[in-house]
């Protein structure tokens, strides 16, 4: 089977004189400065996802008088206060509260894990609107239930709408100023968006969990399946645009190609009528001047299998920028070559203005699980430092077929360690280190893309990474990148088929596999900060996030330095001067740190479980920093917290 891997397509010439006239008049684009005006009018501060502010009210001096200023209870509580069923039923919790709210003209905006949309007072926590659209009795959705991070806001100067995507599952289109649906759009202020794959989509195995993006008058919607390893056949991850005014669908891009389409060699013939994913379950980015969306498309379904779609897989695992008015593809690079590690880049491009070695260039930067840094010009493709395809050990699984070779980034470095080798199991103590490797030796390993045998498997990162979908932060002043990340691994279990027609059984394992006394199996750092120069290339610091298990009863004594928590951190928050990170799940904290050092001079207990990406903004004259808290099939109360000054 022939291999196409990474191709440009023609870029329309109005893109191509945009750029250049950028670039000649050294003008930063709206998506590349931050977020302004002291609002946040976008899920990542701007449609760049920079995730900075540069508000500076709160800083270094004062940070320390931080207090809660509001907190407001998510509308979905009244729900479960006053129906048995949802109440008493664990699938109608969220996986965590997730979302990212918005600050729009004065008015901040919020969804719910029930799908309720939301008005508040910035200054007060108080409820404007709601509006229930009553999504949840359709069904618990895909992946991980009744889940939400956010909305789309869209303004054409004269009419404004709010665009939500979830439940099971639908588009929906409110007025902000009443929370209404629009008349106009779809039936009703609505779009199914289960209609128009292509085929027939059980709804049990679909769902979106990320807010949509706009780019001019065209809202494009990506989506989260289950990606068990069961499913031979699944929904597509086509990507679709909507008419922001009619809801009418404007374009899909394919992500399996089908016949005649650019990519369809890189998969077996009638692939594409059967085998699902290759969906944009995070955040996407848009380039307004180049006219451009940019799409982190992920892995083909089963995650952890290919025998059943030998080849490359185009366009899984790849960074994807099409024309955001047609859809149709202007350039892609493929990260991983028919992936069998669930490595889908987790989080939104960062799109970055830099100078490397004295030339201007419009970036995009993606950050991956696996600790990779991909940085192309946006507007042609091109990598910024040579990638280098190397070779990579082989699958011995009968049917199987990996690619021989990996694309490895060149520069920057790696923002973690991965592989699984015996070098990186435990040491502290001789004694400790020989127990380590006992349980290590009783699963099969390796270096980086080994792929997962007969037998049970450590895949290092795992399929939380890494990198997750809180992304990193980029500070369009100094040109750093600020990347957090933990080192999550998984561990697979692949046996062979009862029936000799029958395929592989795979099981993913989601919990961690411990090591010796309850200690952790590999060496740390197990959570950390790490800063970039994004212009040479070069890392700046990196910091644990947290103490880890230095107060383990068999490592007193040691004086070992802070090894960060093994737990999922929160969303990067930039501002002028600070940085500001949450770690959650179990330690459940915010702390503020210093960006040229990576010290941290601040932090917050906070009252639940914190797994979303704050916000900043101003109002009647107050920075404000707001940010999810709760969920869980513990039954934590979903809410909003606000830190202010006093």
Same mark, same amino acid.
Request: some cysteine; aromatic content about 10%.
């Given at each position: 089977?022939?291999?196409?891997?990474?191709?440009?397509?023609?870029?329309?010439?109005?893109?191509?004189?945009?750029?250049?006239?950028?670039?000649?008049?050294?003008?930063?684009?709206?998506?590349?400065?931050?977020?302004?005006?002291?609002?946040?009018?976008?899920?990542?501060?701007?449609?760049?996802?920079?995730?900075?502010?540069?508000?500076?009210?709160?800083?270094?001096?004062?940070?320390?008088?931080?207090?809660?200023?509001?907190?407001?209870?998510?509308?979905?509580?009244?729900?479960?206060?006053?129906?048995?069923?949802?109440?008493?039923?664990?699938?109608?919790?969220?996986?965590?509260?997730?979302?990212?709210?918005?600050?729009?003209?004065?008015?901040?905006?919020?969804?719910?894990?029930?799908?309720?949309?939301?008005?508040?007072?910035?200054?007060?926590?108080?409820?404007?609107?709601?509006?229930?659209?009553?999504?949840?009795?359709?069904?618990?959705?895909?992946?991980?239930?009744?889940?939400?991070?956010?909305?789309?806001?869209?303004?054409?100067?004269?009419?404004?709408?709010?665009?939500?995507?979830?439940?099971?599952?639908?588009?929906?289109?409110?007025?902000?100023?009443?929370?209404?649906?629009?008349?106009?759009?779809?039936?009703?202020?609505?779009?199914?968006?289960?209609?128009?794959?292509?085929?027939?989509?059980?709804?049990?195995?679909?769902?979106?969990?990320?807010?949509?993006?706009?780019?001019?008058?065209?809202?494009?919607?990506?989506?989260?399946?289950?990606?068990?390893?069961?499913?031979?056949?699944?929904?597509?991850?086509?990507?679709?645009?909507?008419?922001?005014?009619?809801?009418?669908?404007?374009?899909?891009?394919?992500?399996?190609?089908?016949?005649?389409?650019?990519?369809?060699?890189?998969?077996?013939?009638?692939?594409?009528?059967?085998?699902?994913?290759?969906?944009?379950?995070?955040?996407?980015?848009?380039?307004?001047?180049?006219?451009?969306?940019?799409?982190?498309?992920?892995?083909?379904?089963?995650?952890?299998?290919?025998?059943?779609?030998?080849?490359?897989?185009?366009?899984?695992?790849?960074?994807?920028?099409?024309?955001?008015?047609?859809?149709?593809?202007?350039?892609?690079?493929?990260?991983?070559?028919?992936?069998?590690?669930?490595?889908?880049?987790?989080?939104?491009?960062?799109?970055?203005?830099?100078?490397?070695?004295?030339?201007?260039?419009?970036?995009?930067?993606?950050?991956?699980?696996?600790?990779?840094?991909?940085?192309?010009?946006?507007?042609?493709?091109?990598?910024?430092?040579?990638?280098?395809?190397?070779?990579?050990?082989?699958?011995?699984?009968?049917?199987?077929?990996?690619?021989?070779?990996?694309?490895?980034?060149?520069?920057?470095?790696?923002?973690?360690?991965?592989?699984?080798?015996?070098?990186?199991?435990?040491?502290?103590?001789?004694?400790?280190?020989?127990?380590?490797?006992?349980?290590?030796?009783?699963?099969?390993?390796?270096?980086?893309?080994?792929?997962?045998?007969?037998?049970?498997?450590?895949?290092?990162?795992?399929?939380?990474?890494?990198?997750?979908?809180?992304?990193?932060?980029?500070?369009?002043?100094?040109?750093?990148?600020?990347?957090?990340?933990?080192?999550?691994?998984?561990?697979?279990?692949?046996?062979?088929?009862?029936?000799?027609?029958?395929?592989?059984?795979?099981?993913?394992?989601?919990?961690?596999?411990?090591?010796?006394?309850?200690?952790?199996?590999?060496?740390?750092?197990?959570?950390?900060?790490?800063?970039?120069?994004?212009?040479?290339?070069?890392?700046?610091?990196?910091?644990?996030?947290?103490?880890?298990?230095?107060?383990?009863?068999?490592?007193?004594?040691?004086?070992?330095?802070?090894?960060?928590?093994?737990?999922?951190?929160? %969303?990067?928050?930039?501002?002028?001067?600070? *940085?500001?990170? /949450?770690? &959650?799940? =179990? @330690?459940? $904290? +915010?702390? #503020?740190?210093?960006?040229?050092?990576?010290?941290?001079?601040?932090?917050?207990?906070?009252?639940?479980?914190?797994?979303?990406?704050?916000?900043?903004?101003?109002?009647? %004259?107050?920075?404000?920093?707001?940010?999810? *808290?709760?969920? /869980?099939? &513990?039954? =934590? @109360?979903? $809410? +909003?917290? #606000?830190?202010?000054?006093?």
């Amino acid at each position: 089977m022939r291999s196409v891997r990474n191709g440009i397509s023609s870029i329309p010439l109005l893109s191509f004189a945009i750029f250049a006239l950028a670039c000649l008049t050294g003008i930063k684009g709206v998506a590349q400065i931050g977020a302004t005006d002291g609002e946040w009018r976008h899920y990542g501060g701007n449609v760049g996802h920079s995730k900075y502010s540069p508000l500076d009210q709160i800083n270094a001096d004062n940070v320390q008088r931080l207090s809660e200023a509001w907190t407001w209870v998510s509308a979905d509580e009244e729900i479960r206060n006053a129906n048995e069923t949802i109440r008493e039923r664990g699938s109608f919790r969220s996986y965590a509260y997730e979302v990212t709210p918005l600050m729009v003209n004065g008015v901040l905006y919020t969804t719910t894990s029930l799908g309720q949309i939301a008005a508040i007072n910035p200054t007060s926590g108080e409820t404007l609107w709601s509006f229930d659209p009553v999504l949840y009795l359709d069904g618990r959705p895909a992946v991980h239930g009744f889940m939400t991070r956010g909305l789309a806001y869209w303004t054409d100067g004269e009419q404004e709408r709010l665009f939500y995507a979830g439940g099971r599952t639908y588009l929906l289109s409110i007025d902000p100023s009443s929370g209404r649906p629009d008349p106009s759009f779809g039936r009703g202020g609505r779009v199914d968006l289960k209609r128009g794959l292509g085929r027939t989509i059980d709804p049990s195995l679909y769902a979106v969990s990320s807010p949509p993006v706009v780019l001019g008058d065209v809202v494009i919607v990506g989506s989260a399946m289950t990606e068990g390893t069961d499913y031979l056949e699944a929904p597509p991850g086509h990507v679709r645009g909507f008419n922001a005014r009619t809801g009418e669908m404007q374009w899909i891009f394919h992500t399996i190609p089908q016949p005649g389409e650019y990519g369809y060699e890189t998969w077996p013939a009638e692939a594409w009528s059967y085998t699902g994913g290759a969906n944009v379950w995070t955040h996407m980015s848009v380039d307004e001047e180049l006219g451009l969306v940019y799409l982190p498309i992920g892995t083909t379904v089963p995650d952890y299998y290919g025998g059943h779609r030998l080849g490359d897989n185009l366009f899984s695992n790849s960074l994807v920028a099409l024309n955001g008015e047609t859809g149709e593809r202007v350039w892609h690079y493929q990260m991983v070559h028919h992936s069998v590690w669930d490595y889908d880049p987790p989080a939104a491009p960062n799109l970055m203005d830099i100078v490397v070695d004295g030339r201007e260039i419009k970036a995009v930067g993606q950050i991956t699980k696996q600790g990779f840094t991909f940085v192309f010009d946006r507007a042609t493709g091109e990598p910024v430092w040579p990638i280098e395809e190397r070779v990579v050990p082989q699958s011995e699984v009968i049917g199987e077929g990996t690619s021989p070779t990996q694309p490895f980034p060149s520069k920057p470095p790696l923002f973690l360690t991965h592989g699984a080798t015996e070098d990186d199991v435990i040491d502290f103590t001789p004694e400790i280190h020989e127990e380590a490797l006992e349980i290590f030796r009783q699963y099969n390993s390796g270096p980086l893309y080994t792929p997962p045998a007969l037998g049970d498997n450590i895949i290092r990162p795992g399929w939380s990474g890494g990198a997750n979908w809180w992304g990193a932060a980029f500070d369009p002043e100094t040109q750093n990148l600020f990347v957090p990340s933990w080192a999550h691994f998984s561990t697979v279990n692949i046996q062979p088929p009862q029936d000799p027609t029958s395929d592989l059984t795979i099981r993913p394992r989601v919990r961690d596999l411990s090591g010796p006394r309850g200690l952790p199996l590999f060496k740390p750092p197990y959570s950390q900060l790490v800063a970039f120069d994004m212009s040479a290339g070069e890392k700046l610091w990196h910091v644990p996030v947290g103490e880890g298990p230095r107060d383990h009863p068999d490592l007193q004594g040691l004086e070992l330095p802070p090894m960060g928590n093994f737990e999922k951190l929160g %969303g990067p928050l930039l501002t002028k001067t600070l *940085l500001f990170i /949450g770690q &959650g799940f =179990e @330690t459940n $904290r +915010l702390g #503020a740190y210093d960006k040229t050092t990576g010290e941290e001079l601040w932090w917050i207990q906070l009252p639940a479980r914190f797994h979303a990406a704050p916000i900043t903004y101003m109002a009647e %004259g107050r920075q404000y920093i707001v940010f999810a *808290l709760g969920g /869980g099939v &513990g039954g =934590e @109360t979903e $809410r +909003l917290m #606000a830190l202010a000054l006093p």
